[in-house]
């Protein structure tokens, strides 16, 4: 309730009491006296981000996606696995159900297992490849002439289809080829064919995925090195701090995610070799990998169930590692600043 005053004829004064709902009718009166007659107040439309489609349109940006990777990915994988455990051809519209026996035949066959043995030439390697991969991304980080050029050139063998690779580098190896006109020049005679010999042909195949793949983890690791502060710099350079320690105290911890990122691919990378000694040599004189042996398996042999039972460990082996790798080496978020 309010009291207003006003002043009667004779100079008394009244006072009346006025309710606020007739205050408010008379305010409400007021301001709808200036909208035009025959108009009502109406609410702001909704906009769309309150409508149900809001709700279901990631749904609808992610069904692409989703179907080529269930697709694709998912239901290859499914299809493998089932294969495992016949005795399929590949052709035949007959699949006889054997268990367990194709596994039992990849760890009990030494023929089989034989060749995970030769990823080890390519996994120490890897190991070369990434210390080289990070010495040049340190050297290239820093304000060095000529870097985009050597960075170009760190990173051109990785875009070079990899059977193009693979048949440059087989005339650079054979016997008289570019190596061996190479070494003639400094007066080096070689009579050792470096495709000839398991030891000296996985050494060679080994080299020949160094040059590739160095580029792609040199791009990794500069990018990671650029993207530190570069303030931490500058303090360490105050403190007197040289190369080295901006290195391991800087750099590598800040970098560690990355790394790790590098060894999951290099031991993924080394146990599923294909190209390059598949292009080379075939698989001969020793240089037959994992892949090769199960592209044979299923398409030259026609035991597609044993092939499919290869490329399940292969894939269980490849998780197993990654796994112990995570767990040895946490990725764990390292704050610099």
Excluded: C
């Excluded at 791009?219 to 360490?236: H, K, T």
């Amino acid at each position: 309730m309010t009291d207003t005053t006003d002043t009667a004829p004779g100079g008394v004064a009244v006072t009346r009491r006025r309710s606020v709902r007739d205050t408010n009718d008379a305010e409400g009166g007021a301001r709808d006296g200036d909208r035009p007659a025959g108009r009502r107040r109406t609410r702001p439309p909704r906009s769309w981000r309150h409508a149900p489609l809001r709700r279901i349109t990631p749904w609808l940006f992610l069904a692409a996606p989703l179907a080529l990777l269930i697709t694709f990915t998912y239901v290859p994988v499914a299809s493998m696995i089932s294969y495992s455990f016949t005795d399929w051809d590949g052709v035949s519209p007959d699949r006889e159900n054997v268990g367990f026996d194709n596994y039992v035949q990849i760890f009990t066959r030494p023929e089989l297992f034989r060749v995970f043995f030769v990823s080890g030439y390519y996994l120490a390697a890897s190991v070369v490849q990434i210390a080289v991969a990070l010495y040049f991304a340190v050297i290239l980080s820093s304000n060095l002439r000529f870097r985009n050029f050597f960075k170009g050139i760190l990173f051109f063998p990785y875009l070079i289809n990899g059977v193009a690779i693979g048949f440059v580098f087989l005339y650079f190896f054979q016997d008289g080829g570019t190596l061996d006109s190479v070494l003639a020049w400094f007066g080096v005679g070689n009579d050792h064919p470096w495709l000839g010999d398991p030891t000296s042909a996985n050494i060679s195949l080994a080299g020949v995925s160094v040059w590739r793949f160095t580029g792609l983890n040199f791009v990794l690791f500069l990018g990671a090195i650029q993207s530190i502060p570069g303030e931490l710099y500058e303090a360490a350079e105050l403190d007197g701090a040289g190369r080295w320690k901006q290195f391991r105290h800087i750099i590598a911890p800040g970098i560690k995610p990355v790394i790790s990122l590098s060894v999951i691919l290099a031991i993924s990378g080394s146990l599923s070799v294909f190209e390059i000694p598949y292009i080379m040599t075939g698989g001969a004189t020793g240089t037959q990998t994992f892949v090769i042996q199960t592209i044979k398996l299923a398409f030259q042999f026609n035991k597609t169930g044993l092939a499919s039972a290869a490329a399940v460990v292969l894939l269980l082996i490849i998780l197993l590692i990654t796994w112990i790798q995570r767990r040895l080496v946490p990725d764990d978020k390292v704050d610099l600043v």
